[in-house]
């Protein structure tokens, strides 16, 4: 399910549904930043992390640790991001997001991707 997102960070429309990926069970916490997700990020990034045509995903490979640190996702709220994985053009800065709220999203993101083989 989530190859498939490797066509759609080409340019191509297929992103894996929200249906497809091992959804885990949160922590209090990680709970807390899916629902910061939900409010901020999910009308780009999709419904669990699995992307749009607005937004890539987050539940891919691309953004595992190792490539996509913890301070990638500071940075891409608080600056915004250039487009360089995806066709869909530049990320705005998320308005009214604190680092504290990052954070948490953060935990909740690497959770979805933990499930998912994405470490």
């Not at 080409?10 to 091992?22: F, N, R, V």
């Not at 490979?61 to 891409?76: C, K, L, M, Q, V």
């Not at 800065?93 to 998912?116: C, F, H, M, P, S």
Request: charged fraction near 15%; aromatic fraction near 6%; glycine fraction near 10%.
């Amino acid at each position: 399910a989530i190859g498939a997102g490797a066509v759609w960070l080409m340019g191509g429309s297929a992103s894996p549904e929200a249906s497809t990926i091992t959804l885990p069970r949160l922590t209090t916490a990680q709970a807390a930043g899916k629902t910061l997700f939900d409010a901020n990020c999910a009308a780009c990034h999709g419904r669990n992390a699995t992307g749009t045509e607005q937004g890539p995903p987050l539940v891919h490979i691309i953004y595992e640790p190792n490539h996509h640190g913890d301070a990638s996702f500071y940075r891409a709220a608080a600056l915004g991001v250039r487009a360089h994985h995806w066709r869909l053009g530049n990320m705005a800065a998320v308005e009214g997001v604190t680092e504290a709220d990052v954070a948490k999203i953060i935990d909740y993101v690497r959770a979805l991707q933990r499930a998912n083989g994405i470490e």
